[in-house]
């Protein structure tokens, strides 16, 4: 049995997020764990560390972004 490269991406339900899941059925040699913000807060250390701990990625490609661009000049 051969062993796939693990591939994490987060932010997965965004427009890039979303993108990378609709071509990952064209790389069958690679296994993806496809999270969001449902899954994992990539804001809160520990959480991610403990999620990353549990679920081990090769590759780590992250695509969560705070798309309220506004809003981010006050909430820091």
């Known amino acids: 049995m051969e062993n796939k490269t693990k591939i994490m991406v987060t932010g997965a339900n965004g427009q890039l997020g979303s993108e990378l899941q609709w071509f990952s059925k064209y790389f069958p040699q ?21 999620f990353i701990k549990n679920n081990p990625a090769d590759i780590i490609i992250n695509c969560a972004a705070y798309t309220a661009v506004d809003k981010a000049e006050t909430d820091h």
């Not at 999270?35 to 959480?47: K, R």
């Open 30 to 50: 690679y296994d993806f764990n496809f999270t969001d913000v449902g899954d994992i807060d990539i804001t809160n250390a520990c959480q991610l560390e403990e």
